[in-house]
């Protein structure tokens, strides 16, 4: 008895949604396109010039993803901000070293290719490339079918930047005595989704489309708030920076101790910010302690900025001219590498 022919699509992989995929993302990838950028969409690799003039210039690269705040964007229906915050997130962690963007490739999985959904991911991605100045050079869209069930995807980012040699930011350049330029967060940005989103619906009770508490928005509206590009804030004035961190995993004791050298210490003043409603609003509902809401969620500080005091006032002014809020968040003092909140 013969058996049925099979086929990819019988397997789960449809070749005609890849390629109906593929030709809607094509403008979205060229709308990124920058100076640097050579070759043509669809090429097997993204070629890009280093930029004209540069001395001894040093490559600088992050991958990352956006973790289960994808989860928060499938219960919404609203998957063309995830993207976005992809790019800012990595355009950010290359900041830190005082790296600008050149090109950016991204990847995304789902179960089942819907191509609408696709490029609403991708579109995503390529406002925060226009945004930052960086092209969208490649990515991947992969369909896999067994390993993600759908509607869920998983989103992936690559990106490449460049430093001056002589002008790359670190714990070498801090001295005792720098201030903390804290810089405000637009929310929960990429980190702490797994507990966010446990609170809200087990402790809240709320569903994406219920008004979330103490703001006029609903949930989906406050948990996918676009993570911050600080790139805007301080490109003008990295040469004023001595050390950055991006508050990310770990909060504000695990990502600022990055920032120090062994024997000096970050003292963080809490009372210097009113801490944003939707961390109370959290903390509260969820019996969260003090302690692990600062080591979780950035808890309204996205990125830090250790600068001599002589440059606060330039730094603060850089941010104000972005409309970035930012404050003076505390000091740099003798010590063993830690942060310290008082």
């Known amino acids: 008895m013969s058996e049925t022919p099979l086929t990819y699509g019988a397997a789960g992989v449809d070749l005609e949604a890849a ?47 956006v973790g289960t705040k994808v989860k928060v964007a ?11 915050d992809l790019v800012n997130h990595c355009v950010n962690d290359i900041l830190v070293q005082g790296a600008t963007p050149l090109f950016f490739l991204d990847y995304v999985a789902f179960g089942k290719l819907e191509p609408a959904n ?10 925060g490339c226009r945004e930052n100045g960086c092209a969208l050079v490649g990515g991947e869209t992969a369909e896999m079918p067994g390993v993600y069930t759908p509607p869920d995807f998983d989103l992936a980012g690559f990106i490449v930047g460049w430093v001056e040699e002589d002008a790359v930011l670190g714990s070498e350049r801090v001295r005792e005595g720098d201030v903390l330029i804290g ?17 809200v619906s087990e402790r809240l009770r709320l569903g994406a489309h219920d008004r979330f508490p103490e703001s006029d928005g609903t949930v989906a509206d406050a948990l996918l708030s676009v993570h911050r590009s600080y790139l805007p804030a301080l490109k003008p004035v990295l040469d004023r920076v001595h050390a950055m961190a991006h508050i990310t995993g770990g909060g504000l ?21 009113e801490v944003p409603s939707l961390f109370r609003v959290l903390g509260d509902a969820g019996h969260v302690p003090r302690d692990e809401l600062f080591r979780t969620f950035n808890m309204g500080v996205g990125l830090v900025a250790l600068v001599a005091p002589e440059h606060a006032d330039a730094v603060l002014a850089a941010a104000s001219a972005a409309s970035v809020p ?17």
């Open 19 to 65: 390629e109906a995929s593929k030709n809607r993302l094509k403008a979205l990838v060229e709308s990124t396109m920058t100076a640097g950028t050579r070759g043509r969409f669809g090429g097997f690799g993204g070629m890009f010039r280093m930029p004209a003039g540069a001395r001894a210039p040093l490559l600088v690269s992050s991958a990352d993803g």
């Open 74 to 84: 499938v219960e919404a229906g609203r998957l063309d901000t995830v993207g976005h």
């Open 118 to 127: 696709v490029e609403a991911v991708v579109a995503g991605v390529a406002t």
């Open 183 to 199: 810089f405000a967060s637009s929310g929960l940005h990429t980190n702490g989704y797994s507990l966010a989103r446990r609170i």
């Open 253 to 273: 004791p695990g990502n600022l101790n990055r920032a120090l050298p062994e024997h000096l210490d970050a003292v963080v003043d809490t009372s210097s910010w």
């Open 326 to 342: 930012a404050w003076r968040l505390g000091h740099v003092t003798s010590g063993g590498g830690h942060v310290i909140l008082t």
